[in-house]
């Protein structure tokens, strides 16, 4: 601040900040020394009476501090090199050692308490007006803020840091146990280490839509792995069956496209992945319905059944040759009858009441699916294939457009 001598013949702004950097300097060993007692006396957190690095660490960072508030006083402002890089590191190393930045503030207004009782002292030995101090104390404020702000910035630094190496540990886990072939149990053991993961018994890989997961990421539990950097997005939940797990995994993924794999152990989690891949690639296409999350365990038959659909397609082709020259209106109506007469072996009144139609349209389709197909319909082997084939052509038909 400028210096504005007092014409009363008393003391000028920057008589007062000599006077006073001047009786601080001197005494600056001791004031340093006095200001790490209190601190180890009266801080818990650094309260390490054994450790002699950690009290010269201590003494290094009130000293340093220290001086450059006798610059400030003095004019002098960043001559008291290396404080704010020394004070970022303090702020880093709260938090490597696991601590808030609670305590660092309640030391930086300790040092703070003690300089100006200090100050006080210095002006009553000087007969120095105390309201000539009010400017030092404005100083003693903004360097507080300075200090306070330079830990928070390390501490916000490091812990970008330890969250940004947390996560790479944990998407590298994510692709150890989703590899194919799988990592061996020693690596996947250490990596779940590392990554601060419990190896469950069973789990799951959830494979999501990848605009879907962009467009709103997902806030997940600390249990949860995710790889959010892979074309199709994935998570790896553990104990995927148990009621909570299964509940709260319905919950994140609200409002999102998803397929959660089968429950495997983790030497098997590749095959979750590559099933939950399939019937994601099944819901886009519209063979399985469901515009939000699907469990493959409810689609089991309609995954295997569209496994090779070239395979699928010789099949259909063979099994519903009969139905295919009639028209389509023609040929759904006798399939859907076919197939539940196959499903059910029930007579034509019961058919009638699960298609809804008249019993005399069910007597007449029956007749001319006999006349159709023949022998073929009392062929245990061709019943089953049948089936599929009529189910996967129900399901097509169903689809919506591409």
Not at 166 to 195: K, N
Not at 219 to 226: H, Q, T
Not at 329 to 338: C, E, M, N, S
Not at 371 to 398: H, K, P, S, Y
Request: proline share 6%.
């Amino acid at each position: 601040m400028p210096a504005v001598e007092v014409h009363n013949g008393s003391w000028s702004a920057s008589r007062v900040r000599r006077v006073v950097a001047n009786h601080l300097r001197a005494n600056a060993p001791r004031l340093g020394a006095e200001m790490a007692a209190e601190i180890r006396a009266k801080i818990p957190e650094y309260g390490r009476p054994a450790d002699e690095a950690y009290a010269r660490n201590i003494r290094l960072g009130v000293d340093l501090a220290l001086q450059r508030f006798l610059d400030l006083l003095d004019g002098r402002d960043g001559q008291a090199s290396g404080w704010h890089d020394l004070y970022r590191e303090i702020g880093a190393r709260e938090l490597r050692e696991g601590r808030s930045l609670d305590a660092l503030h309640a030391t930086i207004r300790l040092c703070a308490r003690i300089a100006w009782q200090r100050l006080i002292d210095d002006a009553d030995h000087e007969s120095i007006p105390l309201g000539e101090l009010e400017p030092l104390a404005e100083t003693i404020f903004a360097y507080l803020d300075d200090l306070a702000a330079a830990s928070a910035q390390g501490y916000a630094h490091a812990k970008a840091a330890e969250i940004g190496e947390l996560d790479r540990r944990r998407r590298r886990l994510v692709a150890l146990l989703t590899a194919a072939p799988p990592a061996s149990p020693e690596t996947i053991a250490s990596a779940a280490s590392a990554a601060g993961w419990s190896m469950p018994a069973r789990l799951a890989v959830v494979v999501l839509d990848a605009s879907a997961a962009l467009a709103a990421p997902l806030v997940l539990p600390p249990d949860i792995l995710a790889d959010f950097a892979r074309s199709e997005p994935c998570l790896v939940v553990p104990d995927p069956e148990a009621p909570r797990q299964a509940r709260d995994l319905s919950c994140h993924l609200a409002g999102h496209r998803a397929a959660v794999g089968p429950s495997v152990p983790p030497a098997r989690a590749a095959a979750s992945l590559r099933l939950a891949a399939s019937a994601l690639d099944l819901m886009r296409r519209g063979v399985i319905e469901g515009k939000g999350v699907v469990w493959c365990r409810d689609h089991l038959a309609t995954m295997a059944i569209f496994q090779d659909e070239q395979l699928l397609d010789a099949l259909v082709e063979r099994r519903l040759e009969p139905l295919m020259s009639r028209p389509p209106a023609q040929r759904a109506a006798l399939g859907d009858t076919l197939l539940a007469w196959l499903q059910t072996n029930a007579n034509a009144n019961q058919l009638a009441a699960g298609l809804h139609i008249h019993p005399q349209t069910a007597r007449h389709r029956l007749r001319q699916l006999t006349r159709i197909f023949g022998d073929v319909l009392q062929d245990t082997d061709a019943r089953f294939e049948l089936q599929i084939a009529l189910r996967a052509d129900r399901v097509r038909r169903a689809r919506p457009p591409a």
